[in-house]
């Protein structure tokens, strides 16, 4: 799907939709507490969050293949959790997923009674048994999220012992908080956590509002518009709430009242801020930083190489195609903001770029398209149509 953008200035105000992140994580918890495996999403369930429902509903059947999608929390999550349940079990997935790393999270199942075989697909044997998972934190904190879900399930204690520091810690922050709420107790230490054996799961819990994707129209506001996002919690544990510090890095006009952000189109000046616990936010930061006048510099880049795309390059791209020029290190990437214009960018079947293109074509004369647009719904379905109320000109080419 090609989407045709026009110049526009959205206004108004958008509920937030739920946390694609919390979302996972409820799902698996209602599962393992004998209730329906639902996020609990109603019509704001996204592809992502389909494959783990449905991962889920084949597990309560008694089904041993499993299809995750494109979703790497989806096969993370899913790799502990039937590794504790015990059996064959045989993973599947489609575009990058089953290129993305996962020999450290294979490793500490081998050293705990499971083996695990990759090919075209992922097949895991055994029975996982409690003890010291010895595990690096710096490549993906949804290892240490699934382990931390699956292992209050066994027979005995277990202890997860980082050896890295933890990157993108408030993900592992949401995984115990949502425990928390359905009676599950984790003790975090210093380099790791304590997790007891034979806990019981109960309890309903519903998805607060997503700070990654509620910063598209954040930022929409302060390139072109007068936004404000209801539903929002200020306190929350989720990285990409750094977005407001974001945002006001970059000089925009925000007004914080209750659960309500309204921000306001504002003159922008360029930024400096480390993505290593908000690697989600790089595009969307990238956008706003080609309206900023300088140059801003994000650090800790590297992981964004292992997402749907390499987001590094793919963020370059999406910028050049609308005349902004940017360039990497590798652990940098630098944004020199000027005068963006119409363009053309592929989305590279990634959900973020495609809605980062949206935004960066809000506030320039002439038309622009972004190819591949359908990417949206891996965790936004109904994104082109929020943007359209808020005053987007969208079709499809």
Not at 119 to 129: F, M
Not at 168 to 173: E, H, I, K, N, T
Request: charged share 20%; with cysteine.
């Amino acid at each position: 799907m090609n989407i045709k953008i026009e110049k526009a200035y959205l206004s108004g105000e958008i509920d937030a939709i739920p946390s694609k992140s919390y979302a996972h994580r409820i799902a698996i918890c209602n599962f393992l507490s004998g209730e329906e495996p639902t996020a609990n999403c109603g019509e704001f369930s996204s592809n992502d969050i389909f494959v783990t429902e449905n991962c889920l509903k084949n597990l309560k059947e008694g089904k041993t293949v499993l299809d995750c999608g494109e979703s790497g929390s989806t096969l993370r999550f899913m790799l502990p959790l039937c590794a504790a349940l015990g059996g064959n079990y045989t993973f599947i997935g489609h575009g990058k997923l089953m290129d993305r790393p996962n020999e450290e999270l294979f490793a500490v199942l081998k050293a705990n009674g499971v083996s695990a075989v990759k090919t075209d697909k992922i097949e895991i044997s055994g029975n996982l048994t409690a003890g010291e998972y010895k595990i690096r934190g710096d490549i993906s904190s949804q290892y240490i999220s699934g382990l931390l879900m699956a292992l209050p399930t066994l027979k005995g204690d277990s202890k997860i012992t980082l050896t890295t520091p933890l990157v993108s810690a408030p993900y592992v922050d949401i995984t115990i908080e949502v425990l928390e709420k359905y009676g599950v107790n984790i003790i975090k230490e210093r380099n790791g956590y304590i997790v007891k054996g034979n806990q019981v799961y109960k309890g309903f819990v519903k998805p607060e509002g997503d700070w990654s994707n509620m910063a598209f129209f954040l930022v929409a506001g302060a390139v072109n518009g007068d936004i404000t996002v209801s539903g929002l919690n200020l306190d929350s544990v989720q990285g990409d709430k750094y977005i407001i510090d974001i945002l006001k890095k970059a000089g925009a006009s925000i007004e914080l009242k209750g659960d309500k952000i309204r921000v306001k189109k504002s003159n922008l000046k360029a930024f400096t801020f480390s993505a290593e616990d908000c690697p989600d936010l790089v595009p969307i930061s990238a956008v706003l930083a080609s309206y900023a006048q300088g140059v801003t510099v994000i650090s800790n880049i590297e992981r964004l190489k292992i997402k749907e795309s390499d987001r590094v390059e793919s963020t370059i791209a999406m910028l050049k195609g609308f005349g902004i020029n940017a360039d990497t290190d590798g652990k940098c990437l630098a944004i020199f903001g000027g005068k963006v214009t119409a363009g053309v960018a592929d989305a590279f079947n990634d959900h973020r770029l495609a809605m980062s293109t949206a935004v960066l074509a809000l506030g320039v004369d002439g038309v622009s398209q972004i190819n591949g647009a359908e990417a949206i719904n891996k965790s936004y379905p109904t994104f082109f149509r929020d943007y359209n109320k808020l005053g987007g000109a969208s079709s499809e080419v």
